[in-house]
DNA sequence: CTCAATAAACCGACTGGTCGGCATGGCGGG
DNA sequence: CCCGCCATGCCGACCAGTCGGTTTATTGAG
């Protein structure tokens, strides 16, 4: 009934090496004879696992919303209040988008989906429900500044850490992708604050960072 | 010498088609075909006014960066200070984002400039320099939050606009773009300005985007 | 004996771009 | 005022090549 070792083993080469490709010309620039090549494998090997080039990217996309709900809770149990959980989620991702292959590829992906024929969940709304929730909670513990509005102020927020996101890997592949969230936050938390301390929050958005990074959801998922 | 009516006209007609299909299907996705077809002329027309699909792509980009110059400039003129120039400019760019079809295609093609084999400006840093310059007056004239440093707020900015700005286009095709906005600045503008007025500050953008629109930079410049 | 994969030939659709030729408009000469 | 001419402007069938995907026969691995 399971696959084979080699099968999955080959799954995943498929897999990663699509998803390099899409991430370094996007999707309709990629062939399959450049992801066939850069997996190592042939044609058919592909297209035993993936019916078509569109499955292969959903493939991506769906691997990719999948990783953020156990990302998200590590985050919130090892934050000491809401509004820290906010700031270092934004690093958090932020790092996956630069470092993590399958991340990179799912956001082209999902940036350019009406080019995939194929079905994809929407962009941003799950993380505008997310934020909206830990700025709801945010206020409850007395941490918003009086007047915002948590909708409001995810989207706001959605927004900008995607441009700022796409600002930096545009014109740095991302490298400088910390240093322009550092610069964003110390505008942005003084509005959203209802008692900013920039460098105080930066010293817990270290600690929780460290923690979720020893957290065992950052061991590999493949072992059970 | 100069060229015959029937000529410019034809070649607007080009290219404006081309701007249409290029910003609803992307460089790749778009066919000359199709671009052929949206103009209701024929291939050879089209090939006669531009040497390559490329070329096509740089002349829609840099008719779009040649139209910013004369509008920042009119809303400086037109503004009280530098901080409402910032404001407003946010909301006129946005406009043209949403309005012009050369604009929203000149944009999407920057995006995707390196699927465009040809040399094209370079996005943002044209930006980033006209606002650090408006910050820097903003500071000059008090305005300006103490701490902040002008050319990382403005990097914050366009980032944070460009983001708000591609979520807005891809949930609602841009048309909750003026409200977005607003929920941006109500706690962006905390954050960046020394004495924060966000109603007031309304007002005046409100008064300054009529005066540009007034201005005879908004008249047909095929004029002269 | 089935599952997983190789290797390579092959298909139809479609792409960006070309090319020889036709039409048209403006200009110099009568 | 008109005529004839030729560069400019435009036409559209056509080309070579690439793409995603299929099919074939063959062969290790569990």
Not at 9 to 25: D, H, K, Y
Not at 108 to 115: I, K, Q
Not at 199 to 217: D, I, N
């Given at each position: 009934m399971a696959m084979q070792q080699?099968?999955?083993?080959?799954?995943?080469?498929?897999?990663?090496?699509?998803?390099?490709?899409?991430?370094?010309?996007?999707?309709l620039a990629a062939s399959m004879n450049d992801i066939v090549e850069a997996a190592g494998v042939t044609k058919g090997a592909v297209y035993f696992h993936f019916p078509s080039k569109e499955a292969l990217a959903v493939a991506i996309v769906e691997e990719q919303f999948a990783q953020w709900p156990p990302m998200v809770a590590a985050i919130i149990e090892h934050s000491p209040d809401a509004l820290t959980s906010v700031v270092a989620l934004t690093y958090e991702v932020g790092s996956r988008f630069r470092d993590d292959i399958l991340t990179t590829a799912g956001v082209?992906?999902?940036?350019?989906?009406?080019?995939?024929?194929?079905?994809?969940?929407?962009p941003f709304v799950g993380w505008v429900g997310i934020l909206q929730e830990l700025f709801g909670q945010a206020r409850r513990e007395g941490q918003l500044r009086s007047g915002l509005v948590?909708?409001?102020t995810a989207r706001a927020?959605?927004?900008?850490?995607f441009g700022i996101q796409h600002?930096?890997?545009?014109?740095?592949?991302?490298?400088d992708l910390e240093?322009?969230?550092?610069?964003?936050?110390?505008?942005f938390l003084i509005g959203v604050a209802a008692e900013p301390d920039w460098?105080?929050?930066?010293?817990?958005?270290?600690?929780?960072?460290?923690?979720?990074?020893?957290?065992?959801?950052h061991m590999d998922p493949d072992l059970d």
């Open positions: 080699r099968a999955v083993l080959t799954r995943g080469r498929v897999l990663i090496a699509a998803a390099e490709v899409f991430a370094r010309t996007g999707f082209r992906l999902s940036f350019e989906r009406e080019l995939v024929n194929a079905a994809m969940p929407t948590p909708a409001a927020l959605v927004g900008s850490f600002v930096s890997e545009m014109l740095t592949n991302r490298n240093t322009r969230l550092d610069e964003f936050w110390r505008v460098s105080g929050t930066q010293r817990a958005v270290r600690r929780v960072r460290a923690a979720v990074r020893r957290s065992p959801l």
